[in-house]
Structure formats: structure tokens, C-alpha cells
């Protein structure tokens, strides 16, 4: 028996059947067969359960109906009824495949490995037995395996374009890209319409940055699959990351339009509502993802939420959000920065320079942390150590104008005059139009007479 080719009927293996249950269990099969030939799939298991009722211990219906419930997604059912079909018939090879194959997409790795394993010592010329382990061995990061059972695979058939999706996976993981997409052009060779393996192709030229291949195949896989929202997202995804911040936005809401609770697409419009400097129509969006879901597993979220509350003035609502997040994932540098700022902006300095202290402490140079910290100082009154840590910022980032403006603040508070000149010139190299730097410049005589002034009015002025 071949899963998934037709409906073969056996006899009912010893049960006790009346004639007319039998004749209504073949007829509940024969129906079956023409609804899974119009890929009616519900109404088709339907029949077939109905004639286990009257046979539960059929193995090819049990294994029609594992097949039936795979093209529902339903693969836990469809694991079950492959292992009811084995139980009642031990010898089907194609069951086990289709058993082990479940397994495999269920994540049972080391089961559906034996069961590959066992039909190949039972039937050595087996190549499916050896096609599923290369996926299972790139899965699990068993890469020489996989190659192993790849050119095992290919002593029987070097034609078969499954064993050269599953080695181009492997491949991919190690960043093995040009080899990938050489297997994956075969693969289009041998069967042109092979599920997913444009989408595959597109990921291996976005790995290499090679955008304008990638969507190109990304295209490929949406004529030929115009709603599936993954491969609609990761081509918005990669329009993004190439500053078309427009034309992304157009696909995520397009996206919507096909699927209203498409989160990732919500929580992408919500990025971009910030990067357009349009908070309140990003918390929209956020507000979106958590109405679809209490605990939206999306990187950095609640960073976003919090920094999108922190620019609308919403402090105290951002503060609860960026500690919850600080203490989810204590590593997470950005909320630890926001949560600084928004400590900052309530006027809880000493907090605020704890928190940027703690991402030093993870990274020693992080341009922003010293910068923030640096205004800490400053507004403590603690002007040296502000002016080191605003000068370890631009150690860091050179062209940090933030640390910039409060290096030269730090230097004129001291009365390093040359110092605060040097750094005045810099800056205005950098951004010619300022008009702080060019109104500071203007004004920095007054400063020197003003210093000048306030020095010989104090405790030496006797001497002169």
C-alpha cells in the first residue's frame, strides 16, 4: 500500500461482521475515496471513521485515516493512527515512512531516527530511509551525518529532490550558502513545483545580502501561494531591512488584510509608526498585538511598548513595562538604556545612573550607556566624572553628537577653553547647520570673559 495514493480495501482480518455491516463499512470507504480525490479532507475522514466504527481493526484504513488527518494538520491524530496501523500490521514499510515522517515534524527525533534506521537494515535499498534521516540529522546539528546519508541516499536515487531539500537545510544552517543553492536549484530541476523550496532559495540570497535574488524568489513562492502570510512577512521583513520603510509598511497592512491577527505584522507597523517618530499610532499597534494575545512571544516588545510610552510622556506606565521587561531578560541592553532614561526623565537620577551602570557592566563599551550617565553626573553637579564618561562615549562612537554637546558642556564648566574650542569645531564639522553649536561658538567669548571675570573676583583678586 502507497499512503496517500487511493484507498485500498482489505478484508476485515477475522472480525465479525454481518453482511450488511460489511457492505456499509466498504461503502463509507468507497466514499471516502472520492471525497479524498476531490480533497474534501474532513468529509473523507469522516467515512473512514465511520467505517472503523463498524472496523476498528482495518490497517489500511488506519493508515488512510493518519494520511487524511496530515493533510489537516492535525499530526498528532495522524501519529496515532499510523502506530494503530503498525500495531495491526507490522510488515507496511510505506506506514512506517509515513509514521516516521510525522514523527520527524513532531519533533520526536530519536523515535522516527530508529524507525528509519530499522527499515533500512530491513530493506537496504529503502532510499526514503535514508532521505528523512538527512532532515532529521541537519535538525538536530548531526551535520556530517546528514552528508552521510546523503550520498547513501544518492547510490540509490540521485534523483530525488527531497534528499536535496533536506542537505540544502543543513547547509544553510553552516552558512554553506553557495552549496545550498545549488541543491536547491536541483531540487527545481527535478520537480519544479516543489513546496517551499523558493522560499528556501530567497533565505540563502538574503543570508548572503544579496536582496534583489532573494526577492525574486521571494515573488516566485507568493504567485505560487498568493496567500501564505509567512512568505508575505519575510519579504516585507527584508524590505524593511533595505530602508524602504514605505513599500514595507504597504506589505505588513497588506498582510492584515489576509489575516486580521497576524501579530508580527502588527508589532512590524508598530516599529515603523517609531522610526516615523509617530508614537501614539505605534501603541496602536502594539495595543493590536496584545488584544490577539496576553503574552505576545515578539523580540523586544515590551521594549517598544515602553519606549513608544516613554516619548508620549506616559512615564509611569513605561517605567512598569521596561522593569517587567529588565527583569524577563536582565541582559536586554535597549530596555535597560529606556529604563534609565524614563528613571531620568522622573527625576530618579541615582536610579537612572545604577541602571546605565549595569549595562557597562555588560558591555564596558557602550557608547549610550556613557553618554546617559554622563548627564547623570552632570546634573549631580559631578562635572569631571561626567566629562570622562562623555569622552569614553565618543572613544567609543566618534561621531556620538549627544556626547559631543555634553563633552563641551563638561569642558566649559571646568574652563577647559581649548578643549571646549577643539571639541566645538569638531562637532561643527560633523553637522555644519547646528544651530546650538553655531549659537555656542558665537557665544564663546562671553563664557572666557564671564570666567575671567568670575576669577578675579575671587580670593586671589588681592593680588592684581
Known amino acids: 500500500m502507497i499512503v496517500g495514493s487511493g484507498f485500498i480495501f482489505t478484508p476485515t482480518n477475522g472480525v465479525e461482521l454481518t453482511m450488511s455491516d460489511w457492505l456499509e463499512a466498504e461503502r463509507r470507504v468507497e466514499k471516502a475515496q472520492l471525497l479524498f480525490e476531490s480533497r474534501l479532507w474532513a468529509e473523507a475522514l469522516e467515512e473512514i471513521d465511520a467505517a472503523l466504527t463498524i472496523n476498528p481493526h482495518n490497517p489500511s484504513w488506519h493508515a488512510h485515516r493518519?494520511?487524511?488527518?496530515?493533510?489537516?494538520?492535525r499530526w498528532e491524530e495522524a501519529a496515532e493512527a499510523y502506530q494503530m496501523a503498525l500495531e495491526l500490521d507490522s510488515t507496511d514499510a510505506d506506514v512506517a515512512l509515513a509514521f516516521g515522517a510525522v514523527l520527524a515534524r513532531l519533533g520526536r527525533f530519536s523515535r522516527a531516527l530508529t524507525i528509519f534506521e530499522d527499515l533500512a537494515k530491513q530493506y537496504p535499498g529503502l532510499e526514503p530511509a535514508y532521505c528523512h534521516r538527512i532532515g532529521i540529522y541537519g535538525e538536530i546539528g548531526r551535520h556530517d551525518q546528514a552528508e552521510e546519508m546523503f550520498y547513501l541516499a544518492q547510490d540509490i536515487d540521485d534523483e530525488c529532490p527531497q534528499c536535496f531539500f533536506h542537505m540544502a537545510g543543513s547547509l544553510i544552517t553552516r552558512g554553506r550558502f553557495d552549496r545550498a543553492i545549488y541543491c536547491l536549484r536541483r531540487v527545481l530541476e527535478l520537480e519544479p513545483e516543489y513546496p517551499g523550496v523558493n522560499r528556501r532559495i530567497a533565505r540563502a540570497h538574503r543570508a548572503q545580502g544579496n536582496r534583489d535574488l532573494a526577492k525574486e524568489y521571494y515573488l516566485r513562492e507568493v504567485r505560487e501561494d498568493p496567500g501564505n502570510t509567512d512568505v508575505l512577512y519575510e519579504l516585507a521583513e527584508m524590505t524593511l531591512e533595505s530602508g524602504k520603510v514605505a513599500r514595507a509598511a504597504a506589505r505588513f497592512a497588506q498582510i492584515l488584510e489576509l489575516d486580521p491577527d497576524h501579530i508580527e505584522s502588527h508589532y512590524a507597523l508598530g516599529r515603523i509608526w517609531l522610526l516615523r517618530d509617530q508614537p501614539e499610532a505605534a501603541i496602536r499597534c502594539f495595543e493590536n498585538v496584545r488584544s490577539i494575545t496576553d503574552d505576545p512571544d515578539l523580540p523586544g516588545?515590551?521594549?517598544?511598548?515602553?519606549?513608544?510610552?516613554?516619548?508620549?510622556?506616559?512615564?509611569?506606565?513605561?517605567l512598569e513595562i521596561l522593569e517587567e521587561s529588565v527583569e524577563r531578560y536582565p541582559d536586554d541592553l535597549n530596555s535597560l538604556i529606556l529604563l534609565g532614561n524614563g528613571l531620568a526623565l522622573l527625576d530618579k537620577s541615582d536610579r537612572a545612573a545604577d541602571t546605565f551602570r549595569r549595562v557597562l557592566a555588560i558591555d564596558a563599551d557602550h557608547a549610550i550607556a556613557h553618554e546617559c550617565l554622563a548627564v547623570c553626573m552632570l546634573r549631580e553637579g559631578r562635572i569631571e566624572s561626567g566629562l570622562n564618561h562623555s569622552l569614553l562615549a565618543l572613544r567609543s562612537k566618534p561621531d556620538f553628537a549627544a556626547a559631543m554637546h555634553t563633552a563641551i558642556r563638561g569642558h566649559l564648566e571646568l574652563g577647559h577653553w581649548r578643549d571646549a574650542r577643539s571639541m566645538i569645531g569638531r562637532a561643527l564639522r560633523l553637522d555644519p547647520e547646528n544651530a546650538d553649536l553655531k549659537r555656542l561658538r558665537r557665544r564663546f567669548p562671553y563664557y572666557l570673559f564671564r570666567h575671567a571675570i568670575g576669577w578675579l573676583s575671587g580670593p586671589f583678586r588681592r593680588h592684581f
Not at 66 to 73: K, T
Open 301 to 318: 516588545f515590551e521594549s517598544k511598548v515602553g519606549e513608544a510610552l516613554l516619548r508620549v510622556g506616559r512615564y509611569k506606565e513605561a
Open 66 to 73: 493518519g494520511c487524511l488527518l496530515e493533510e489537516l494538520d
